[in-house]
C-alpha cells in the first residue's frame, strides 16, 4: 500500500455539515490525488496535488476544496455536506524516487455516508 | 479529454480456464501509461499490470498479460488459468502526465 493512510476510514454526516477526509503518506510522493468511486463508475479524479500548495481541480471538483500544506498530508474538505456526496473516497500518490509519476498507489479507501 | 470503455460490466470464468476483459480509450496524446487495478470485496486497489505507450512489446506479470493495440486503442486483459481470488472488480485507467482517466470496471467471478 506504499505507506498511505486514510483517516476517517467511515464516517456518516448530516445535510450540511463540513467534513474534512485526511490522506497522509510515509513515502515521500510528490503528486497526491483525490478520488470517489460510486457505484457502477470507475473513479473519478476529484482534485490532485502535485506539490505542497499546488493543487488542481479533476473532473468531478465541485463542492469540494483541497489543501496540502505539507509533502506528507493532503487534506479534502466538503465545506457543506449534501447526499449526493455518499461516496468511498480513495487517495493515490504518484512520482517517487523509484517510479514513474505516472503510476499511482492507494489508499485504503473512506467510506462517507451523508444523512 | 481522455476517455476509457471497458464494454463487459460483468464476466465469469471456470476456475483454471482463461478470461480476457476488454479496455478501449480515446485520447489525442501520443505518450501515455495504460494500467489494469484489481478491486476485491475489500476495496483495495491492487496494480495488476502496466504498459507504456511507446513499448510494442506486450507487458506480462506471471498469469496476466496484455494485448496492446496503440492504433486501435485497445488495451485488453488476458488471465490464464483463473483462480478464485481472481473474483474481483477490474479497472482499466489510462494516464497521461500523471492524470487519470478510468473505466467503469469488469465484474470478474471465478466459479469453482
Known amino acids: 500500500d506504499a505507506g498511505i493512510t486514510q483517516s476517517p476510514r467511515h464516517k456518516v454526516t448530516e445535510t450540511g455539515t463540513p467534513v474534512t477526509l485526511r490522506c497522509h503518506q510515509t513515502?515521500?510522493?510528490?503528486?497526491m490525488y483525490w478520488y470517489r468511486q460510486d457505484p457502477g463508475h470507475g473513479l473519478r479524479l476529484i482534485h490532485y496535488?502535485?506539490?505542497?500548495?499546488?493543487?488542481d481541480k479533476g473532473e468531478v471538483s465541485d463542492g469540494y476544496s483541497v489543501s496540502r500544506s505539507k509533502t506528507e498530508d493532503f487534506l479534502l474538505t466538503l465545506e457543506s455536506a449534501t447526499s449526493s456526496q455518499t461516496s468511498v473516497y480513495f487517495c493515490?500518490?504518484?512520482?517517487?524516487?523509484?517510479?514513474?509519476?505516472?503510476?499511482?498507489?492507494f489508499g485504503p479507501g473512506t467510506r462517507l455516508t451523508v444523512l | 479529454a481522455q476517455t476509457v470503455t471497458q464494454s463487459q460490466p460483468e464476466m465469469s470464468v471456470q476456475e483454471a480456464e482463461t478470461v480476457t476483459l476488454s479496455c478501449t480509450y480515446d485520447?489525442?496524446?501520443?505518450?501515455?501509461?495504460l494500467f489494469w487495478y484489481k478491486q476485491p470485496p475489500s476495496r483495495q486497489m491492487i496494480l495488476v499490470i502496466r504498459?507504456?505507450?511507446?513499448?510494442?512489446q506486450n507487458a506480462t506479470e506471471n498469469r496476466f498479460s496484455v494485448n496492446f493495440q496503440k492504433a486501435a486503442k485497445s488495451f485488453s486483459l488476458k488471465i490464464s488459468d483463473s483462480q478464485l481470488g481472481d473474483t474481483a472488480m477490474y479497472f482499466c485507467?489510462?494516464?497521461?502526465?500523471?492524470?487519470?482517466?478510468f473505466g467503469d470496471g469488469t465484474t470478474l467471478t471465478v466459479k469453482p
Open positions: 493515490a500518490i504518484s512520482g517517487g524516487a523509484e517510479s514513474s509519476y505516472n503510476e499511482q498507489f
Open positions: 513515502e515521500n510522493h510528490r503528486y
Open positions: 496535488s502535485y506539490g505542497v500548495k499546488d493543487t
Open positions: 485520447t489525442s496524446e501520443n505518450n501515455y501509461y
Open positions: 504498459q507504456e505507450a511507446y513499448k510494442q
Open positions: 485507467a489510462f494516464v497521461n502526465a500523471g492524470k487519470s482517466t
